[in-house]
């Protein structure tokens, strides 16, 4: 079982930065590939970004603004937020992968409980 908590959200004005963290619990953190998704109302979750051992996956709409990040040492993933627009106002979350896509919500579990993130005009 692998436990996931998300923080580091809040309300911020269009421009502005926010920085997420997602904790893992787990021995074996350094292996896991993890991904961050968020749900806007009414929304599908929708893939945000993604990070493995080695490399990231981000998706076009955050490209160039959202970076993520992880530590080993600390069992953390990050995902820093720059220049946010409204439009990425959401709950977010943080998953594991478990194979195939990393773009495809199905392909992760151990979810944790999401922070809310919004952005105002």
């Known amino acids: 079982q692998v436990q996931l908590v998300e923080s580091g959200g809040g309300s911020v004005q269009a421009g502005g930065s926010l920085r997420l963290s997602c904790v893992a619990s787990g021995r074996t953190f350094s292996s896991y590939t993890l991904g961050w998704f968020r749900q806007a109302p009414g929304k599908e979750r929708e893939f945000v970004a993604a990070?493995?051992?080695?490399?990231?996956y981000y998706a076009d709409s955050v490209k160039g603004r959202f970076t993520i990040s992880r530590d080993n040492a600390k069992n953390t993933v990050y995902l820093q937020m720059n220049s946010l627009k409204p439009e990425d106002t959401a709950v977010y979350y943080c998953?594991?992968?478990?194979?195939?896509?990393?773009?495809?919500?199905?392909?992760?579990?151990?979810w944790g409980q999401g922070t809310q993130v919004t952005v105002s005009s």
């Open positions: 990070v493995t051992q080695r490399r990231e």
């Open positions: 998953a594991r992968f478990t194979g195939g896509s990393v773009y495809t919500p199905t392909n992760y579990e151990y």
